[in-house]
């Protein structure tokens, strides 16, 4: 009886201050809590990057991410100290036109204030570069019609500066006009046919005509080399580009050989420097350094309906997908891309043959 009362007393305080330190290690404290700081309200830049770089004379957004507000109250942006408008709407963005920047680092600067007052600030590093400047018209060419195309030197290569139009080959046949949507829908593969942007020639002046492949090609086998040496639809001394020949425009306005090989979207700005100054929608005007001025012309698919004036072009090649022969590789330019996009469609690469896009001829 003796012994168990000197082990409980010996026990007793040794499992007290154990439970007083595990206590001590599992909350810090049993008595008196920490203060907790409040937490600082949290916003991100989502776009651009950091390190971005811009061709002055673009418009460029800058998008906010909040946790609270989706329509940006109690956020403001500048630009070098200099605030600049927040366009209405979500996700929240401000509109920055670089035109009247300088060329060099500038740095954006997002202000924050939650519901409770608790502001906080995001911030990064932009630069703007100097486009370089508009290329001028060098040339003319005519097709059959005695239409007259203005023509422009890019790097190496020579292209006509405005979408083709012409109703006839450069031997004189002409070329079947479809206009009408079960027409369109019910072609084949190998069946030429061309039409206006609506099915009304009204759209010719300003965009051009729309082919299928097999008009663009005039039965001509599929072609990747520089040159193409597929006369096509083309004027005599011009022929329609290889896929390889629009990489090497892609290349002179500054693509870099891996990129140019990627699908999707690639490069920076080379669309920015091909598309024309006017036309494109919600503020998707390029720059036009190139002097390729491409307009948003729109596609009709092979059901036989129009899509996307204003919004985006594309432009046939000569070069058919490897064992895929419904379909052809092309490319295309978007209202809200500065990039050149190359892409598939139904799972091939390219875009089937009896769908209506742009077209543009190189030089011989």
Request: proline share 4%; charged share 20%.
């Amino acid at each position: 009886m003796m012994t168990t009362n000197i082990q409980n007393r010996f026990i007793a305080p040794i499992l007290s201050e154990l439970i007083v330190l595990t206590c001590i290690l599992i909350t810090g404290s049993c008595n008196n809590a920490d203060p907790v700081a409040p937490a600082l309200p949290a916003c991100s830049i989502a776009s651009p990057k950091n390190g971005a770089e811009f061709l002055k004379g673009e418009i460029k957004f800058i998008s906010v991410t909040t946790p609270e507000n989706e329509y940006g109250t109690g956020v403001t942006c500048e630009i070098d100290n200099t605030g600049i408008q927040a366009v209405p709407g979500s996700p929240l963005r401000f509109q920055w036109n670089t035109a009247e920047a300088d060329t060099g680092m500038h740095t954006i600067v997002v202000y924050y204030e939650d519901r409770d007052h608790n502001e906080t600030s995001c911030s990064i590093s932009v630069s703007v570069i100097e486009a370089s400047s508009a290329v001028s018209d060098t040339g003319r060419v005519k097709d059959y019609d005695g239409n007259t195309y203005k023509t422009v030197q890019i790097g190496s290569q020579w292209w006509m500066a405005e979408n083709l139009k012409t109703t006839h080959f450069s031997n004189g046949t002409g070329i079947p006009l479809i206009d009408d949507v079960e027409s369109w829908d019910k072609l084949d593969y190998d069946e030429k046919a061309m039409c206006y942007y609506n099915d009304s020639i009204a759209y010719t002046g300003e965009y051009g005509a729309l082919y299928n492949w097999a008009a663009t090609m005039n039965g001509a086998e599929s072609s990747e080399t520089v040159p193409s040496y597929v006369r096509g639809v083309c004027p005599a001394g011009w022929h329609i580009p290889s896929d390889e020949e629009w990489m090497v425009l892609e290349m002179a306005l500054g693509m870099t050989y891996e990129e140019a090989w990627l699908m999707a979207w690639r490069g920076s700005h080379e669309g920015t420097k091909m598309k024309a100054t006017h036309g494109w929608d919600s503020c998707g005007n390029g720059i036009n350094s190139s002097g390729f001025s491409a307009l948003p012309a729109g596609i009709r698919s092979n059901n036989g309906l129009f899509s996307y004036k204003g919004q985006s072009t594309h432009f046939w090649s000569s070069t058919e997908y490897v064992n895929i022969t419904t379909h052809a590789f092309n490319r295309q330019l978007d209202y809200n891309q500065p990039y050149i996009g190359w892409f598939q469609a139904s799972h091939y690469y390219g875009y089937p043959k009896d769908f209506g896009f742009s077209v543009r001829c190189v030089k011989d």
